[in-house]
C-alpha cells in the first residue's frame, strides 16, 4: 500500500509538471494555508506544493512569501467542451451543466493516466472505474458518469464523436446530472485523450 502511494504520488507530481506549464505569481497573505491559496486559484494542493520546490514545510507558509500558482494549459479547449455539452442541453430544454473544477482536475488526470500508459477504458490501473477514482479524490456524488474519448484534434470534433454515440449522448443529455468536468491530455506523439466526468452531488 505504501509503495502504491509513493508511485501515485509521483504519478501527481510528474503529472503537474505537464499539464501545468504557465504560471502566476501569489503573495502569501495573513491567515492563508496551502489549501485556502489552492482552492481560491483552483488547483489541487498537490501541483501547489510540486510548482513550489522553495517551500520546505508546506504547513508553514509567511505573509510576504511568493508563490507560484501553476495555470492549467488545456483549459480553454475543455471549457469550450462545457460550452457545446451545455448548447446541447439547452436545445433538448434541459439544466446546464455547472462547471466543477475538482471534477475537472480529476477528469485531466484521468485523460493523464490513459496517455501516458497508452490504455483506453473506463477502468483505470492507477485509479481503478471512475467512481472509485472520483470518491478517492475526495468527490461526493449521487450519481455519476464518464465519456472518454481520444484522437480528436478539437472540442467540436470530439463532441461530435459522443453526440453521434448513444452511450455518449445518453450522458451528455442526462437529467441525472447536475455538474461536469473535463480533462484533456496529450500523449508523446501528440494524440489527444479527453474525459467527460458527471455528477449530481450529494
Known amino acids: 500500500m505504501k ?18 506549464a504557465q504560471s502566476t505569481t501569489y503573495i502569501v497573505r495573513s491567515g492563508d494555508t496551502m489549501w485556502k491559496i ?16 522553495q517551500i520546505r514545510n508546506a ?21 469550450e467542451v462545457i460550452r457545446l ?29 490513459m496517455a501516458n500508459k497508452g490504455y483506453f477504458s473506463h477502468t483505470s490501473p492507477t485509479y481503478g472505474s471512475p467512481f472509485k477514482m472520483m470518491e478517492t479524490f475526495g468527490i ?17 470534433e470530439v463532441m461530435n464523436g459522443w453526440m453521434n454515440s448513444p452511450g455518449h449522448r445518453s450522458n451528455i443529455l442526462s437529467p441525472s446530472y447536475t455538474q461536469i468536468g473535463v480533462g484533456l491530455a496529450r500523449n508523446s506523439s ?13
Request: aromatic share 10%.
Open 85 to 113: 455539452v451545455n448548447v446541447e442541453r439547452s436545445r433538448q430544454g434541459l439544466q446546464t451543466l455547472a462547471k466543477n473544477w475538482e471534477l475537472c482536475r480529476v477528469a485531466r488526470y484521468k485523460s493523464a493516466d
Open 38 to 53: 489552492a482552492s481560491r486559484n483552483q488547483v489541487g494542493v498537490s501541483e501547489l506544493i510540486s510548482a513550489n520546490p
Open 140 to 156: 461526493r456524488f449521487s450519481s455519476a458518469g464518464e465519456n472518454i474519448a481520444y484522437g480528436q484534434r478539437s472540442p467540436q
Open 190 to 202: 501528440g494524440v489527444l485523450y479527453w474525459t467527460q466526468m458527471f455528477i449530481k452531488p450529494l
Open 3 to 20: 509503495k502504491r502511494a509513493i508511485l501515485i504520488l509521483l504519478f501527481v507530481m510528474l503529472f503537474s509538471a505537464q499539464a501545468f
Open 59 to 79: 504547513n508553514l507558509i509567511y505573509p510576504g512569501q511568493k508563490l507560484t500558482i501553476p495555470t492549467v494549459t488545456t483549459a480553454a479547449q475543455e471549457d
